[in-house]
């Protein structure tokens, strides 16, 4: 499975993005970019949420095993 901070990245990079235009874009540090691109295991909901959806991401929660 592949973790958020790599799919964070991926989307980042596919979007030709660097890390500070990504902060800029979704008004957050370009430090919270690099902690959420290294699986920092605590981060703010409300500047994560912000953040995937300046990539135009979102975050689910499923059941698992379904």
């Known amino acids: 499975m592949t973790s958020l901070g ?3 990245r991926t989307r980042r990079r596919d979007l030709h993005l ?3 235009e990504l902060a800029e874009l ?3 540090s370009e430090r919270f970019v690099r902690e959420v691109e290294r699986d ?3 981060v703010r909901l409300d500047k994560l949420t ?3 959806d300046a990539l135009g ?3 689910r929660v499923e059941i698992r095993g379904s």
């Open 6 to 8: 790599e799919s964070v």
């Open 18 to 20: 660097g890390q500070e």
């Open 26 to 28: 979704a008004d957050v």
């Open 40 to 42: 920092k295991p605590t």
């Open 50 to 52: 912000s953040l995937l």
């Open 57 to 59: 991401l979102e975050l």
